[in-house]
């Protein structure tokens, strides 16, 4: 039998109880929520808001709250992860005081990227903290590089095949076509662009961190709100992004590096 903690947090339980009550009925209302929890309807807005943030929720066409990306994420199961985000974190400060916006490292499991870690820009209008989020790769950017790297066979395997029910919808023959063919022009231009596919209003520009063998082992990212994004700017933002990368390569080099991804 499990005894309440005597120093139980209510905002903390509560959250968690949503939590729950997602993986158990696949769809709350606002007000649902309020009533489960016997909070008043703002209070429960709050906490589903911060579910969706952290990606444990997401809102339907209804404007209901269904389970998102993380609550199905499995453990990822990789004991270098820690050393990684600490080789890359001086690389993301740096990065960030480069180029006045936010930063951010991620791995691949599978068809999705986990944020390991985020420098924020300094700035007051900013792309806030994406660290513990779960994503789908093919819509940010750092994961659409990742993928890039990828033998056909082993793309068409994640979202054609039987792996594709891992966090994906098995992908249309036309789709997965227009998808290869742009993940081609990313691998010869070396970094991918997210233009406000995973949050309105949020541009992002990614590349490849490497293993001294060559071999894809994480991926950065640069994200700013969309009015700062300057296309003429891109060359020089990639410069940096790809400084960055080779940097963190170098630093981890002894790691064991193993991505199950």
């Known amino acids: 039998m499990r005894n309440k903690p005597s120093y139980a947090l209510t905002s903390v339980d509560n959250a968690l109880r949503l939590v729950q009550l997602l993986r158990d009925q696949g769809r709350l209302r606002v007000t649902d929520a309020a009533a489960e929890l016997d909070v008043a309807p703002s209070t429960a807005h709050r906490l589903l808001g911060m579910l969706v943030y952290r990606g444990f929720a997401i809102q339907d066409d209804a404007r209901a709250y269904v389970p998102g990306p993380a609550l199905g994420a499995a453990p990822a199961q990789l004991d270098w992860t820690r050393q990684l985000r600490d080789a890359a974190l001086p690389h993301l400060e740096l990065l960030a005081n480069r180029t006045g916006e936010t930063t951010n490292l991620m ?46 066979e082993k793309l068409a395997a994640l979202y054609q095949g039987s792996t594709a029910a891992l966090g994906d919808e098995v992908m249309p023959a036309p789709e997965f076509d227009r998808f290869t063919a742009e993940l081609a022009l990313i691998r010869r231009q070396g970094y991918a662009l997210n233009n406000q596919q995973t949050e309105d209003a949020v541009v992002a520009c990614g590349t490849v961190v490497r293993e001294p063998g060559g071999a894809p082992a994480a991926g950065i990212s640069v994200s700013m709100p969309a009015g700062r994004f300057v296309p003429t700017d891109l060359p020089e933002l990639v410069r940096h992004l790809q400084l960055a990368a080779a940097g963190i390569g170098r630093d981890i080099v002894g790691l064991d590096l193993a991505n199950s991804g």
């Open 107 to 152: 791995i691949r499991i599978g068809v999705q990227v986990r944020f390991l870690a985020s420098v924020e820009s300094a700035k007051v209008l900013r792309v806030g903290s994406r660290q513990g989020t779960v994503l789908p790769a093919r819509t940010t950017s750092a994961g659409k590089a990742m993928l890039a790297d990828l033998r056909p």
